[in-house]
């Protein structure tokens, strides 16, 4: 077979632009028959809009797509499907109280005298799990009885079977399995691509690129960086491809040792001790001290915001301990948080922080008036005074306080979460990606106030996909990997020490 016809898909040029931002530019991607295939990049990086242009949720602007030598032009995700492109998303999309068998055939159910024939549907739902995936259940059984490995594994034969499938992606299919149910789903996907099954491979986890692919695409700010055969591509290369930051950038770049004029108390403001919940952060061990900025640097899925959900309250901790201001703590939640003096700005302003509905003025004192509660309510006068102090002070473009939030750039959406948090004057501050998604000016401004906050003596725990800027804000840095912290450095911090920490080598 020649090399040509070793691509079960091939897409060209593929440019996807949606108002004010351009999701895909020029991406090549290539799939090879029977091979599993990681598409690798950070947050932004276009992966899902090209996964989404392939199964057909979105038209390409440009490019085309060759599956099985014929061009093709994907309408939506049945029409995908129908072609042989099946997607298993990472959250399992079926229904725990059906039986297995109903789950696979759900719609699809034979029948026999008009009515569906329960005894030939267990039957094929066995032979089908046991031929594809080497499952054998009784798939007579709720689906809910079973673990997420297995509902994993009956959500792949699902898809399988429906389009017959060519393709298979499996967009971050991991997240929630243990180590040894990861094992399992790799024999899996082993013997899917000694069938000939092309795999697309969605992960976060480095370990897992190498242990299951045979090739990696890059890809960054929708961009393609490359495409390499995993054997030939060492983990720190594969950091900094994702990252975009190069062997000679960093020889070329100077450290720049941050100095405040006060003196970081020897005693933490917060201090956690073997804090973790299972499956979403291994058990840490973190200290915040009045005066200095903590970062956190991590690959996506690397435990940053899981971490930050956790110290807050969101998420409330399974092991260890948290002493705030020398006292022992005991009530983990959002509104505890407040009340000692913690602040979160959360990763996704759109869906965790700003409310779309109301105005700048009452996002801004959200946090202070449920740290009142709500018998002491704010009068309209103290609101407004409020709204515009910050407004001045951290530079809002709003033409009022009155203005709805959801008309403002999202810089200053941004800046409006902090005000919230900076109205109830906290003595920690959680900031989880704080300048993600805003203009480069703006993204200056609040890495300055943040190091203005650390000056007061607030404590702050800032969290970056980008590594320059966690290097630029920090005193010290833990560095996470794969939902655990591995390392923390401090004083003079070497860049390039950190990211191959961040790879897990030694290279």
């Known amino acids: 077979m020649s090399e040509a016809n070793n691509y079960i898909l091939t897409m060209e040029g593929i440019d996807m ?40 949720v979105h038209k390409p602007d440009a490019g ?16 995908a499907q129908s072609l042989g492109i099946s997607t298993v998303y990472q959250e399992v999309n079926l229904c725990t109280n059906l039986t297995v068998a109903e789950n696979i055939y759900i719609g699809r159910e034979p029948r026999r005298l008009g009515s569906i024939d329960w005894v030939k549907m267990n039957i094929n739902a066995t032979n089908l799990l046991k031929r594809l995936l080497n499952v054998n259940i009784d798939v007579s059984k709720s689906l809910g009885t ?26 971050e299919p991991t997240s929630s399995l243990d180590l040894q149910e990861t094992k399992q ?11 000939g099954v092309g795999i697309i491979f969605i992960t976060h986890f480095i370990s897992q690129v190498y242990e299951v692919s045979d090739r990696i695409t890059v ?45 970081i108390q020897s005693e933490p403001v917060l201090e956690a001790k073997n804090f973790g919940r299972a499956g979403e952060i291994k058990p840490f061990d973190l200290e915040l001290h009045a005066g200095e900025v903590v970062g956190l640097a991590g690959l996506l899925g690397s435990g940053r915001t899981e971490t930050a959900s956790i110290l807050f309250g969101v998420d409330r901790p399974d092991t260890g301990s948290m002493i705030f201001n020398g006292k022992s703590v005991s009530d983990y939640s959002p509104l505890g948080s407040i009340k000692r003096g913690v602040a979160l700005c959360p990763e996704d302003r ?62 200053n959406q941004q800046k409006v979460i902090l005000a919230r948090w900076l109205a109830t004057n906290p003595q920690v501050l959680i900031l989880d990606e704080p300048t993600r998604g805003i203009d480069v000016g703006t993204k200056a401004e609040i890495q300055k106030l943040v190091l203005e906050l650390a000056d007061e003596g607030k ?31 401090s004083g003079e911090i070497d860049e390039h020490k950190i990211m191959h920490t961040m790879a897990g080598s030694s290279e």
């Open 17 to 56: 632009a949606f108002p004010g931002v351009q999701a895909l530019e020029n991406v090549d991607f290539t799939l090879k028959r029977g091979e599993i295939h990681c598409l690798m990049g950070e947050n932004g990086a276009g992966k899902s809009t090209l996964i989404k242009v392939l199964t057909g």
């Open 64 to 79: 085309k797509m060759i599956l099985d030598g014929k061009v093709i032009h994907t309408k939506s995700p049945l029409h």
């Open 146 to 171: 079973y673990t997420v490995a297995i509902q994993q594994m009956v959500a792949i034969a699902r898809a399988l079977d429906i389009s017959d499938a060519k393709i298979l992606i499996l967009d």
């Open 185 to 195: 789903l790799f024999m899996v996907m082993r013997k899917l691509k000694s069938d």
């Open 219 to 263: 890809l960054r700010n929708g961009k393609l960086v490359g495409t390499f055969e995993t054997k030939a591509l060492s983990r720190f290369e594969l950091i900094s491809k994702m990252i975009g930051r190069t062997l000679a950038d960093l020889d070329e770049m100077t450290n720049i040792k941050l100095k405040t004029s006060k003196r």
């Open 350 to 411: 759109k869906a965790e922080g700003i409310v779309d509905d109301l105005t700048v003025r009452e996002n801004i004192i959200l946090a202070l008036q449920a740290n009142n509660g709500w018998l002491q309510y704010l009068n309209l006068q103290d609101q407004y005074e409020l709204a515009d102090k910050y407004i001045k002070m951290l530079n809002i473009a709003t033409p009022s306080a009155d203005q709805p939030v959801k008309n403002l750039s999202g810089g």
């Open 459 to 489: 404590a702050c725990l800032f969290i970056s996909s980008e590594l320059e800027e966690v290097l630029r804000t920090s005193h010290r840095i833990a560095v996470l990997r794969e939902r655990e912290k591995v390392a923390e450095f």
